[in-house]
Structures are given as C-alpha cells and as structure tokens.
C-alpha cells in the first residue's frame, strides 16, 4: 500500500467512524421527522429551485405534508432543522444569543465582509446595531429622512412618460439606491461618480444571490471583483471626511456620523457601510415592486388608497404647505395596512438562518448544538391556519374593525414577522415602511398603471419579477 492509498484509507475509516457516532448520537435523540437526501449535498438544490413568490413553493408544500411543520433537512452543507411553525419561529428570535445564533453560509461572509451586521453575532452585532438605530432614530426619521424619502420619490415619479412602459423594479431599486447613497454618503442622483457606484453595485449584488463559486467569469467572482471597487470608493471618501473633521455638515450622512460618533475601524466602517447599502436598498425594492404588482390586481385597493392620499393633500392645500409632514404620514393609515399584506404575501426575506449553540427541546422534539435551523417566515404568513385565504392579497385584514372575512387584526399581527424579530429585528424597519407609504402616496396621486406583459413574482429563494415587471402608466391628477 503506497503512502497515499494509506492516507485515503485513514480518511475514509474516520469519517466511517464519525458517522456511526453521529448516528448513535442521534438515535438517543428524538429528532423531527425528515429526509437527509444525498451525501454532502443534501436537499439544498431542491430546496432553491425557483417558484411563485406567493406559494411556499412544491419542496415546502411536499415536506409540511408528509413531515409536518418542524422537519430534519440536510441543506447548505449541514444536518438542518427546518420550521414553519409560527411558535418555533417565534421561540427561534427571541432566544438569539442564548440558544440559537446568526449562521450564514460562509459565502455571504466572504462576499459582504466579515463585520457585516448581516453576518455578526453577540457583542459586536449589538454594538453595530446600536450605530444603525442611532443614526435612524424616529427623530432623524421625522426631521430629515421624509424629507429625504420624498424628493428621491418625485425624482424617480417626474421622469416618468405618459403612456410609456416602465419596468417598475428597476425604477424602485433606481430610488432605493439613490435614496441610500445621499444618505449614506451624500452622494448625488444622476452623478458620474454615483452611477458608477450604481454599476458596480449591480454587478456585485447579482453575485450576492447566485452560486458561491469563484471562478473565472462567474457572477460570484465579477462580485468579488466590484466589492473590491466599492470598498475602494468608500475608503475615498472616507479620507475626504477625515481631512474635513472640523466640519459638521456630514453629519446628515451615515459615512460622516459614524466616523465621528464611533471608534470602529477602517474595516469595520467599510463593511458597516457596503452591509447598509445593501440592506437599505435591495429588501425595500423589492417590497415596493410587490406593492405595484399586487395593487394593479386589486382596484378596490388602489380606490380606497386614493381616497386617503386625496384627503391628505386636500388638507395640506388649504394649509399652503407643499411637503409631506410626519403627521401626514401618520394619517395613511389604509396605506399601512397594504404595506403590511404586501409584506405578508410577497416575503422579501423567507427565511433566516440560524444555528442550536446549545441541545435545544420543542414540542418533544429535540434540536442538537450545532446543527443548523431555518426558521421560514414565508410559511408562517402563507399559512391558512394563521390567515384567512392567505393566498389572497387582502389589506383589509389589518384593519381592527376588519368587516371583510373572519380575519382578527391582532392574531395576524403576533403571526407577522417580516423585519424578523428579537435582537436581530431589522435596523431599518420603520425606514422602509416611510419609503413606502411616501412612494404610494405619489404613485396613487399621479398615476394609474397596468401590466405591460405578463410577469409574476420569483423566489430564488431571493424575490424578483424577471421580466423586471413592465407596466403601462398614465398620468392623472387627484
């Protein structure tokens, strides 16, 4: 037997011998029903396989049927507890940091850098999370980012061409970015160096979603290239703030704010900042794409919105006053509610990923340290027990005095996690919500729109219209 032939044979009788541990491990647990699939990659394929964005897709339907709502899975690389149950799910977020932690695969690490709060656990998210609600406060919401939310919104709504088609998530990630961009690092719409940024930042999200492989031409490596462009770009500016320290007009910029209110480092701001970007920009598109498509399949909907919006802006005529306020933004109150059902329905984030730090026991069933956890969030909202007709897009059901089926406002509301939950609940949640109330406001006020072509929703398991969902627009006035 030569030295290799040894060293294989080694090999293979360790990983014998740990998977009969494993398995003897396992048997003196009472793990959820479920299949492992095939060695080393599991169910992960058929797990990703693309499907309508407002089902829970066939891998999910079939398993739920024949395992139930909590089930054993191998997906991502490793022995996985998969849940849709809305208790689990719950037990899951709020246990952060005392059972379960924040368990991306590696990849999303190595492409969103290793202090990105997406990826960060304990101390250090705590402490990153703090910057961002810091900076996001409800007072800088009211006093600086409406402001800031509706002049992107009219920007992108006033270069809009009557009866021309537009490809409605490409017009909202266009004001998400550059909505994101000022307000990070007062960078200008339209400029050279923002629509550079722009081009790279597309190259390097399409490789965010696609498979981690780095290799010549792939998207995942053209990604890495442009992450290296961006970080470039914000370390550039950067120096250009800390040349002009005594100066307090950055302070309105994300970049600015934290470079004086904070001792991060260069690396950590970098990745805080391209993180930010990233999450600012890309869940928000999307929301507000779902909420153009669901809306033009519901009349009923768009006529109840535009009644809100034309009491508002009646109102502020007889005042004189041109700019949103903030009590207007409270006004909408029907607004919130279409926010919410197009979160619900559409599910920009499906599910989160999580890992057992310690042996963990639910319903009887137990969930080992270490072994990965997929709270799924899309079915919990797509769930008929939870929701009534869940399929159905129903604004409706939000309301507290709901006259329009059996739906109780609050039992759906202890149900609906969007932003996610516990420690880990999303920094910019009241942010998008504001970006869409603004944006439906003007959007109901001067428009009405129809599909140009047929297009639907997609979960990759990430959501996009692929056809960029092209809509017919006419101008009008209320």
């Known amino acids: 037997m030569s030295d290799l032939e040894f060293v294989l044979f080694l090999l293979s009788l360790a990983l014998i011998i740990l998977n009969l541990y494993r398995r003897k491990q396992n048997c003196s647990l009472n793990l959820p029903p479920g299949n492992m699939g095939w060695p080393f990659l599991g169910e992960t394929i058929a797990y990703l396989r693309p499907y309508t964005a407002t089902t829970i897709g066939k891998f999910m339907e079939e398993h739920i049927s024949r ?36 368990s991306y695969p590696r990849s999303i690490g190595g492409i969103l850098g290793k202090w990105s709060m997406l990826v960060l656990v304990g101390d250090m998210h705590r402490d990153m999370r703090t910057i961002s609600l810091n900076f996001l406060s409800n007072a800088r919401l009211r006093t600086h980012l409406l ?34 961009a000022e307000h990070i690092m007062s960078l200008k719409p339209g400029k050279p160096e923002t629509e550079q940024l722009k081009k790279e930042y597309i190259t390097f999200m399409k490789g965010v979603v696609s498979a981690p492989l780095n290799l010549p031409g792939t998207a995942y490596r053209k990604a890495l290239k442009s992450r290296s462009i961006i970080l470039k770009f914000i370390e550039q500016k950067m120096e250009e703030r800390v040349k002009k320290k005594t100066e307090d007009n950055d302070q309105n910029e994300l970049l600015g704010w934290v470079l004086k209110n904070s001792n991060l480092s260069k690396e950590q701001v970098l990745d805080l900042v391209l993180s930010l970007l990233f999450a600012g920009h890309e869940t928000s598109s999307v929301a507000i794409a779902l909420c153009i498509y669901f809306l033009q399949g519901c009349p009923t909907a768009v006529r109840q919105l535009e009644e809100e919006h034309i009491e508002i802006s009646k109102a502020k005529r007889e005042l004189g006053e041109t700019e949103l306020s903030w009590d207007d933004y409270k006004k909408m109150e029907f607004t919130q509610c279409v926010i919410s059902e197009t979160l619900r329905l559409g599910n920009v984030v499906r599910f989160l990923h999580r890992k057992a730090i310690k042996n963990v026991r639910y ?28 399929w159905h897009f129903n604004p409706w059901r939000w309301l507290q005095n709901n006259t329009r089926g059996s739906q109780n406002a609050t039992t759906a509301s202890n149900n609906f996690m969007p932003f996610g939950g516990g420690p880990r609940l999303c920094a910019g949640t009241e942010l998008a919500k504001l970006e869409m109330a603004v944006f439906i406001h003007y959007l109901v006020l001067n428009f009405r ?26 101008r009008h006035a209320l």
């Open 449 to 474: 729109w129809e599909l140009a072509d047929t297009d639907e929703a997609l979960a990759f398991p990430f959501v996009d219209f692929p056809k960029g969902l092209p809509i017919r627009v006419q």
């Open 67 to 102: 395992y139930g709502k909590i089930y054993k899975s191998h997906l991502f690389g490793e022995p996985t507890i998969v849940s849709a149950d809305a208790g689990l799910n719950r037990f899951i977020l709020q246990n952060e940091g005392k059972l379960f932690e924040c």
């Open 363 to 390: 319903k009887g069933y137990d969930i080992p340290c270490g072994w990965k956890v997929l709270p799924v969030i899309a079915a919990v909202h797509l769930d008929p027990s939870l929701f009534d007709q869940p």
């Open 147 to 180: 402001k800031e939310v509706e002049k992107h919104t009219l920007v992108v709504l006033d270069s809009w061409i009557e009866n021309s088609i537009i490809f409605a998530q490409d017009e909202a990630k266009k004001f998400t970015f550059n909505l994101m």
